[in-house]
């Protein structure tokens, strides 16, 4: 195992400077003429090879060429004789069975060639079987229990190579590892191209009239050297018709189609949840953002109809992923010498709403120390779209900052993504469930907490979450032994709601004393509280529990009770505004106080 020392973290964010020669990279002239995005024109600079000089096979080169090439591109003169070390990690990259092409070979050296190459061989080696078993212990059955895990690959621009992460040399995100944030168009507007650049592991969908060429051009003028991007660096599906254009398809089975679903489906269950990672990992985290589509350029129109319309269901603002992708580190990708028409009607009223948009969403995302607001994330995720409805599920755990997370399991239901969800959250945000929802759940099992489809979709759940002041006691916790979901409370019974003439408000009769035979009735009081919970009857006995020094209540019925504890099924919330009606309750004291209460 590798020492992941804090040196060799400074040193794999450091940006690779080669004394080689100064290269010019552009598309073909033929795309050149129809990009309208300056940046994806040209550019110039050491380090970045042609996809010609790439595309040698490292098995044509031989050691020594492949030494010479590797000398030329870095600027340096190094030679098996000084550098004896250096032959083996050559030999492997010469090697027929290896199959690496000089893009790859070169990408796989780049981080190490100026620091310590005798031991290159040796710390990639390391690095590698860290990774792999960092990998394999962040899962644990169906949880996540490492959701800081780095992304599996990354596309190294200056080798226009998909790489896997350990060849960073490092064991965390490094600063010059930059994020690529994009909308996906729809299937009529995608193109999925098999390419070398990730080696041909899957076709990559990208929209039509797009080149990868010119996307890594424009990344390279805007800085980057290293950059995640998912139709790249994430396994995707293979659609069996794309297999007619999949350049070595003679040397295929029958079955490598399903062994290539088969490991598509077992990385989601790690890579698609710790997705937002890459993108959250520092606050100064350099996201390259395309609002319309990857490589697209930039536009803004008023028309809800046009592509290149906010209201449209494809725009970035548009879609569920996207959410944690937003940073205040964002670039512009796909910039234009003119990104909107001055003259269309509505236009500036469009630009307004699309900053006032992201300004909104920039201060609901968790930032810092400050605990994300659960309801306020459900909000923006309702005014967004997505492809799977589980989606929602894995975007809303990873900004909710849950320690542990459920695996990416395509194969069951919303609701079942949601129970494991649930089961994660922090406790804060299960008591706020409880006592903020305010209508019982729809799964007749879990009836304290709301349903996928009630907190996303119901007319009444918060906008955001209120500030409340819970005591420890006062926080549901999950028990995994007995999967049973309890706090300490303070519980009445036999309490009575009567209505009032102001609309929201009802009166609660209390019962004071014993709590057998006619003496039971014979003291009562009464308090004003508000209840929005439509299922509430007047005139009709519930039992009531209180958190937050009496302020926020549930009501429902008692469904069993023990010495010490009672298992409580909800029905609804109220709360108690009047300071002295709180007082009331406090001196008289009608209920059990550090009663546990068990959720049904």
């Given at each position: 195992?590798?020492?992941?020392?804090?040196?060799?973290?400074?040193?794999?964010?450091?940006?690779?400077?080669?004394?080689?020669?100064?290269?010019?990279?552009?598309?073909?002239?033929?795309?050149?003429?129809?990009?309208v995005?300056?940046?994806?024109?040209?550019?110039?600079?050491?380090?970045?090879?042609?996809?010609?000089?790439?595309?040698?096979f490292?098995?044509?080169?031989?050691?020594?060429?492949?030494?010479?090439?590797?000398?030329?591109?870095?600027?340096?003169?190094?030679s098996?004789?000084?550098?004896?070390?250096?032959?083996?990690?050559?030999d492997?990259?010469?090697?027929?069975?290896?199959?690496y092409?000089?893009?790859?070979?070169?990408?796989?050296?780049?981080?190490?060639?100026?620091c310590?190459?005798?031991?290159?061989?040796?710390?990639?080696?390391?690095?590698?079987?860290?990774?792999?078993?960092?990998?394999?212990?962040?899962i644990?059955?169906?949880?996540?229990?490492?959701?800081?895990?780095?992304?599996?690959?990354?596309?190294?621009?200056?080798?226009?190579r998909?790489?896997?992460f350990?060849?960073?040399?490092?064991?965390?995100?490094?600063?010059?590892?930059?994020?690529?944030?994009?909308?996906?168009?729809?299937?009529?507007?995608?193109?999925?191209?098999?390419?070398?650049?990730?080696?041909?592991?899957?076709?990559?969908?990208i929209p039509?009239?797009?080149?990868?060429?010119?996307?890594r051009?424009?990344?390279?003028?805007?800085?980057?050297?290293?950059?995640?991007?998912?139709?790249?660096?994430?396994?995707q599906?293979?659609?069996?018709?794309?297999?007619?254009?999949?350049?070595?398809?003679?040397?295929?089975?029958?079955?490598w189609?399903?062994?290539?679903?088969?490991?598509?489906?077992?990385?989601?269950?790690?890579?698609?949840?710790?997705?937002?990672?890459?993108?959250?990992?520092?606050?100064?985290?350099?996201?390259?953002?395309?609002?319309?589509?990857?490589?697209?350029?930039?536009?803004?129109?008023?028309?809800s109809?046009?592509?290149?319309?906010?209201?449209?269901?494809?725009?970035?603002?548009?879609?569920?992923?996207?959410m944690?992708?937003?940073?205040?580190?964002?670039?512009?990708?796909?910039?234009?010498?003119?990104?909107?028409?001055?003259?269309?009607?509505?236009?500036?009223?469009?630009?307004?709403?699309?900053?006032?948009?992201?300004?909104?969403?920039?201060?609901?995302?968790?930032?810092?120390?400050?605990?994300?607001?659960?309801?306020?994330?459900v909000?923006?995720?309702?005014?967004?779209h997505?492809?799977?409805?589980?989606?929602?599920?894995?975007?809303?755990?990873?900004?909710?900052?849950?320690?542990?997370?459920?695996?990416?399991?395509?194969?069951?239901?919303?609701?079942?993504?949601?129970?494991?969800?649930?089961?994660?959250?922090?406790?804060?945000?299960?008591?706020?469930?409880?006592f903020?929802?305010?209508?019982?759940?729809?799964?007749?099992?879990?009836r304290?907490?709301?349903?996928?489809?009630?907190?996303?979709?119901?007319?009444?759940?918060?906008?955001?979450?209120?500030?409340?002041?819970?005591?420890?006691?006062?926080?549901?916790?999950?028990?995994?032994?007995?999967?049973?979901?309890?706090?300490?409370?303070?519980?009445?019974?036999?309490?009575?709601?009567?209505?009032?003439?102001?609309?929201?408000?009802?009166?609660?009769?209390?019962?004071?004393?014993?709590?057998?035979?006619?003496?039971?009735?014979?003291?009562?009081?009464?308090?004003?509280?508000?209840?929005?919970?439509?299922?509430?009857?007047?005139?009709?006995?519930y039992?009531?529990?209180?958190?937050?020094?009496?302020k926020?209540?549930?009501?429902g019925?008692?469904?069993?009770?023990?010495?010490?504890?009672?298992?409580?099924?909800?029905?609804?919330?109220?709360?108690?505004?009047?300071?002295?009606?709180?007082d009331?309750?406090?001196?008289?004291?009608?209920?059990?106080?550090d009663?546990?209460?068990?959720?049904?």
């Amino acid at each position: 195992m590798m020492d992941e020392s804090r040196g060799s973290l400074e040193a794999s964010s450091a940006k690779q400077r080669t004394s080689g020669p100064i290269l010019t990279l552009t598309p073909p002239a033929s795309i050149n003429r129809r990009t309208v995005c300056p940046l994806q024109m040209k550019f110039k600079g050491t380090g970045a090879i042609c996809d010609s000089d790439a595309n040698i096979f490292c098995a044509d080169l031989g050691v020594d060429g492949l030494l010479d090439k590797l000398n030329h591109v870095f600027g340096t003169n190094y030679s098996l004789d000084k550098i004896p070390n250096l032959e083996a990690l050559l030999d492997e990259m010469v090697n027929d069975e290896s199959n690496y092409d000089f893009g790859y070979a070169y990408g796989r050296v780049r981080r190490g060639w100026f620091c310590d190459v005798d031991y290159l061989h040796e710390r990639l080696n390391g690095h590698a079987e860290a990774d792999s078993g960092r990998r394999q212990r962040a899962i644990d059955d169906d949880l996540i229990i490492d959701p800081r895990v780095p992304p599996r690959r990354v596309w190294d621009l200056y080798s226009n190579r998909v790489l896997p992460f350990h060849v960073l040399l490092g064991a965390d995100v490094p600063r010059n590892l930059w994020a690529i944030s994009h909308s996906w168009v729809p299937d009529s507007q995608l193109q999925r191209v098999w390419t070398r650049i990730n080696s041909c592991m899957w076709p990559v969908p990208i929209p039509l009239s797009v080149y990868l060429s010119q996307i890594r051009i424009e990344l390279l003028n805007l800085g980057a050297e290293y950059v995640w991007l998912d139709a790249l660096c994430l396994r995707q599906e293979i659609p069996p018709t794309t297999m007619l254009n999949y350049p070595y398809r003679d040397t295929v089975d029958s079955q490598w189609l399903r062994r290539r679903e088969k490991t598509r489906r077992e990385e989601w269950r790690l890579d698609v949840p710790t997705i937002g990672y890459v993108y959250r990992c520092r606050p100064s985290q350099v996201v390259v953002t395309y609002f319309n589509g990857l490589g697209r350029p930039f536009r803004l129109s008023a028309n809800s109809k046009s592509a290149w319309g906010i209201a449209n269901t494809n725009h970035w603002i548009n879609r569920v992923w996207t959410m944690q992708e937003a940073t205040p580190n964002w670039l512009l990708g796909g910039l234009t010498l003119q990104p909107f028409d001055d003259n269309e009607p509505g236009l500036w009223d469009t630009i307004t709403l699309f900053h006032q948009r992201m300004s909104d969403l920039l201060a609901v995302l968790p930032q810092g120390y400050t605990p994300p607001d659960l309801f306020a994330l459900v909000t923006f995720l309702r005014l967004r779209h997505s492809r799977r409805e589980n989606d929602y599920i894995s975007g809303l755990g990873y900004l909710l900052q849950c320690p542990v997370i459920p695996i990416y399991d395509e194969t069951i239901s919303a609701e079942t993504a949601w129970k494991r969800l649930v089961r994660e959250l922090d406790p804060k945000f299960l008591t706020d469930l409880l006592f903020l929802f305010p209508v019982p759940g729809a799964d007749r099992r879990a009836r304290w907490r709301p349903s996928w489809k009630q907190l996303l979709r119901h007319p009444l759940t918060p906008r955001s979450t209120p500030p409340v002041s819970y005591l420890q006691q006062d926080l549901v916790q999950y028990d995994p032994a007995s999967d049973v979901f309890s706090n300490v409370a303070y519980v009445v019974d036999r309490c009575v709601f009567h209505p009032t003439e102001t609309a929201g408000s009802l009166e609660v009769e209390v019962l004071i004393g014993p709590r057998d035979g006619e003496q039971a009735k014979s003291w009562s009081f009464t308090i004003i509280v508000n209840c929005t919970s439509p299922s509430l009857e007047t005139d009709t006995e519930y039992t009531i529990v209180a958190t937050a020094d009496l302020k926020y209540w549930l009501y429902g019925n008692t469904v069993n009770e023990t010495s010490g504890s009672l298992t409580f099924q909800k029905l609804g919330i109220f709360d108690v505004d009047d300071a002295e009606d709180m007082d009331r309750l406090w001196h008289l004291n009608p209920g059990y106080a550090d009663m546990r209460v068990i959720y049904a």
